[in-house]
């Protein structure tokens, strides 16, 4: 049974915790830490039965029992923990980012480099089933060499302010997993970006220096091309949708709903809404990354989303938002670590 301490009791960690608990049987939460821990976080923990719950995150990388660390904490303490995670001889899975700043990701891959840790960087989407299909019926030949790939990325309504005002903007905090899911679709990196954005949602964000509507247009290192477009608000649900369109045919995943029923009558045909929040949608998906990042220390594999695919999203993303202050097409070259 592995041991795993989780590091950040928020939102994400929490669902990690769970999953963990209920769908992971190769491993176990033996420890969390949260610097705001608090007595009803306490008792959801506890509730859990797990056994160690700390506020400083420094008693979990001191634990020899601990075999992986789950880094749930804010974004701008990623890298730093990381790399004290792997000094500390622990498997480490990262929420995405790895960090804003490129040269903090640099830090991390040259510890890395000198250990025998495994790094898997959370990009849940990648192992939801109807991107997996996706990605499937392209590594199989089945549409042939692909020429046009489209992602749909919509969320359901826009952050706070005070989310906005921290997030590194909305290619860094949204867009990300896009960028990430057109290198997974394809299995190509990016090579151009060229971005056009907008605030049309709401105009403080504007006020905030950020965007809250997009197009990014993108040339792959196979010479497809790629467009993906975003808004921080859907009144419908959470819009989730991929199309890869190659030489044989195309492949195209749509939304998933509460239920595929369609009610047709004289008045109308109308059918379910999207699933309204990315937890309902990508449930599953969690559930899946960590139990694959727990086989892959178990049985001493590859994990399948590594600090290059963690790099790449955020080179992108540092290349769209230079596109869209320049006006102009750039290449990812330009984008130096």
């Not at 199989?140 to 005002?165: L, Q, W």
């Not at 369109?245 to 709903?257: C, L, P, R, Y």
Request: aromatic share 8%; net charge negative; proline share 3%.
């Amino acid at each position: 049974m592995l041991n795993i301490g989780i590091i950040g009791a928020g939102r994400i960690g929490k669902v990690h915790a769970e999953s963990i608990t209920y769908h992971v049987k190769e491993a176990q939460v033996a420890a969390i830490a949260d610097p705001y821990m608090n007595e009803a976080t306490t008792g959801w923990a506890k509730s859990l039965g797990i056994p160690n719950i700390y506020t400083d995150y420094k008693d979990i990388l001191k634990d020899s029992s601990i075999d992986a660390v789950l880094i749930c904490s804010s974004t701008d303490t990623h890298a730093d923990i990381a790399i004290e995670a792997i000094k500390a001889n622990k498997h480490v899975f990262c929420e995405k980012p790895i960090s804003q700043d490129l040269s903090k990701i640099k830090a991390v891959m040259d510890v890395l480099a000198g250990s025998n840790v495994k790094f898997q960087v959370g990009f849940n989407r990648r192992f939801d089933h109807n991107f997996e299909a996706v990605r499937n019926a392209v590594s199989e030949g089945k549409i042939g060499d692909v020429h046009i790939v489209k992602v749909t990325s919509r969320d359901p309504d826009a952050p706070p302010i005070e989310y906005v005002k921290v997030s590194g903007g909305m290619f860094l905090d949204m867009t990300i997993h896009d960028f990430d899911m057109v290198r997974y679709l394809t299995s190509s990196d990016v090579v151009e970006v060229y971005a056009n954005g907008t605030a049309l949602v709401n105009p403080a964000i504007k006020d905030a220096g950020d965007i809250d509507t997009a197009i990014i247009t993108m040339k792959l290192s196979n010479g497809a091309l790629a467009v993906i477009d975003n808004s921080r608000k859907a009144d419908y649900g959470y819009d989730q949708r991929a199309e890869v369109f190659g030489s044989k045919g195309q492949v195209a995943v749509t939304n998933d709903s509460g239920s595929t029923a369609v009610i047709s009558t004289a008045s109308g045909v109308t059918g379910e809404k999207p699933l309204y929040f990315f937890l309902e949608r990508y449930m599953a998906s969690f559930s899946k990354e960590v139990s694959l990042f727990v086989q892959a220390i178990i049985n001493d594999t590859e994990v399948p989303v590594n600090i290059n695919d963690g790099l790449q999203p955020v080179l992108i993303a540092k290349a769209a938002k230079k596109s869209l202050d320049e006006n102009r097409p750039v290449l990812l070259k330009e984008i130096v670590m």
